[in-house]
């Protein structure tokens, strides 16, 4: 029993990983314009990948992979066309989960046992962030105004300056007592 | 810029994933603590700590790492793992240790990890400080029969070659002034017309000095539930025969001799017994030294009188010379070879088994010649070990008090 219950201790940390590697693999394959077979092939050549920073997910292979997912994203959006709404809102939720999984994984290496609490909390948190973020995705993407107008340039920068901003406020405020 | 408000919406989950982190920014470090219940094992016991762990803030990961020494078996489960804290929380983790070979060990420390803010901010490593635990030895327990050499105390337990108030009977001699009536012998007094007594040994202590040679340690220790080396033999023994000995009244004295010389002056009572195995926990090989046999064969460690046990696997030279010398100087001396069976060198070529075997026939004639010398070499076996040899001690201490005996 008690061999059971290290093996499932090590089974949590491995886990983490495995979800790190499909939510990696998962960014690979959602950019691709429709499963034909080029995508199948792509994805066979991509594989490596994600499982490599499933593997080392403290290593600058998460944000390589990130760095590929949105490139074949927005060459593919060059090539046919940009994605409809609700792909793009899946396809954001599922980069910042593979973020999220990853900086998970890099701080708990395989060795540890992990409490379920530990992974309760953080998955209410991810599902927290994401519920949060799908109307404002939707909102970004609906903003009215002609694609490439000043006007929406301006909003655009405004919008990015006041996030720079806020972040900035939250890192140097006090901290919680 | 590009017109593609998609990149854009991509990051959003990005940005309220940092804002939600960053309200919850800690403003200090996690606290961490170690506790031992006792700071004194037994071999094999087994002892439950607890890591202490509390935060002010909300941590999203805590790792917590304990290390130990290797004789302290930390299940692997325990020895680390990773768990999440609430502001104001404090985490009990417990650390189940199982002493496994005696001596002195460490257990921590103990290395508390946390990171918050989905990873963005990760805290300076707390360390709580490794505490030493001391195992004492725990060997099958010893007995002997009563016969030391030269028990030349007040009063005890062990029977002397001095006349005197004792159940020893020596023999009969005539009845003097002072002798008690009960001790009439009538049917020689009746035989002889005349008062004899019955003539009695008196029973008294005596010095038992133990020596752990701890120049080398022979064979690989596989802890209390494994083999024991060379030493693990001799300090469990020397931990059976300390308290065998101060259970009979006796004074008892510990020297490890090795690169370096320690000891444990003579002392009785139950006191000593704790002492002596807190000493023997103690008993290490130390590589580098200074050759101690001069003063290990000088008299302020080891008592004229006392019965020497050393426990020694006879692997070194100045080992079987020491003994050798002992004996040339009429001391009672008794070696007990701790190497044990299985012990051997690792196979280095096709003359390993060879030179093994030679070494062997070299350590078997010097075994022989030191038995030839007046020295008992035995094996030890736990109780009666000793019980054949110390008779032979005995007498042939008898016969080196005698007058015109060969010195």
């Known amino acids: 029993m008690r ?83 609700l792909p793009t809102v899946l396809y954001g939720g599922l980069l910042y989960l593979l973020h999220a999984t990853a900086a998970l994984a890099a701080t708990l290496p395989m060795t540890r046992r992990v409490e379920p609490v530990l992974l ?32 929406l340039a301006g909003a655009g ?15 140097q405020r006090r901290p919680a007592e | 810029m590009f017109g593609r408000p998609d990149l854009a919406a991509l990051a959003v989950p990005f940005v309220v994933g940092t804002a939600v982190a960053l309200l919850r920014r800690p403003g200090a470090a996690p606290t961490v603590r170690l506790t031992l219940p006792a700071q004194v094992l037994a071999e094999g016991q087994t002892m439950e700590a607890a890591v202490y762990v509390e935060t002010e803030n909300s941590l999203d990961v805590v790792v917590v790492a304990t290390r130990t020494d290797r004789w302290l078996g930390l299940k692997g489960a325990e020895a680390s793992r990773a768990t999440a804290m609430q502001a104001g929380e404090q985490a009990r983790l417990p650390v189940s240790v199982r002493a496994l070979r005696w001596g002195r060990h460490v257990i921590g420390p103990v290395i508390v990890r946390s990171s918050t803010c989905d990873g963005l901010l990760v805290c300076a490593a707390q360390v709580a400080a490794p505490q030493e635990v001391t195992v ?25 070659w001095r006349p005197g108030e004792g159940g020893e009977i020596a023999g009969v001699r005539r009845f003097s002034a002072g002798d008690r009536l009960r001790r009439i012998d009538w049917r020689v007094t009746l035989r002889a017309r005349e008062m004899f007594v019955t003539a009695t040994l008196s029973e008294r202590d005596t010095d038992v000095i133990i020596v752990l040679d701890a120049l080398h340690e022979a064979g690989q220790s596989g802890g209390i539930d494994g083999a024991a080396n060379s030493l693990d033999t001799a300090v469990r023994a020397a931990g059976a025969l300390t308290a065998h000995y101060l259970g009979t009244g006796d004074r008892l004295g510990l020297v490890e001799y090795g690169s370096r010389l320690r000891y444990l002056p003579r002392m009785a009572g139950r006191a000593q017994v704790r002492r002596a195995l807190d000493w023997l926990a103690a008993v290490t090989v130390v590589p580098e030294g200074t050759d101690a046999t001069v003063r290990l064969l000088g008299p302020r460690v080891l008592a004229p009188n006392a019965l020497l046990i050393v426990l020694t696997p006879l692997v070194d030279e100045r080992t079987t010379q020491i003994l050798a010398t002992l004996a040339q100087r009429a001391r009672s001396v008794v070696a007990v070879d701790t190497l044990p069976p299985q012990a051997r060198p690792d196979d280095a070529g096709e003359w390993s088994d060879l030179a093994w075997r030679l070494w062997q026939m070299e350590r078997e004639a010097d075994i022989t010649r030191l038995r030839e010398a007046g020295v008992p070499v035995v094996r030890w076996e736990g109780t009666g070990s000793l019980d054949l040899v110390l008779r032979d001690v005995s007498r042939m201490a008898v016969a080196a008090s005698l007058p015109g005996a060969a010195r």
């Open chain 1, 157 to 171: 920068a405004v919008s990015a300056l006041g996030v720079a901003a806020l972040l900035v406020l939250l890192l």
């Open chain 1, 3 to 85: 061999r059971l219950l290290a093996r499932a201790d090590f089974a949590v940390a491995l886990l983490v990983r495995l979800l790190v590697a499909a939510f990696g693999l998962a960014a690979i394959l959602v950019p691709l314009p429709g499963f034909t077979t080029p995508a199948a092939i792509l994805a066979v050549f991509a594989l490596p990948l994600p499982l490599v920073a499933a593997r080392w997910p403290d290593s600058p292979w998460v944000p390589c992979l990130v760095f590929v997912s949105i490139a074949e994203w927005v060459i593919a959006a060059l090539f046919v066309g940009a994605a409809p709404l």
């Open chain 1, 120 to 151: 309760a909390r953080v998955a209410l948190r991810l599902f927290g962030v994401v519920l949060v973020s799908t109307p404002l995705m939707i909102a970004v993407l609906l903003l009215p105004g002609r694609p490439g107008s000043m006007l």
């Open chain 2, 136 to 160: 004492l030895p725990v060997g099958e327990p010893f007995a002997a029969v009563d016969s030391v050499p030269r028990a030349a105390g007040v009063v005890g337990a062990h029977r002397s």
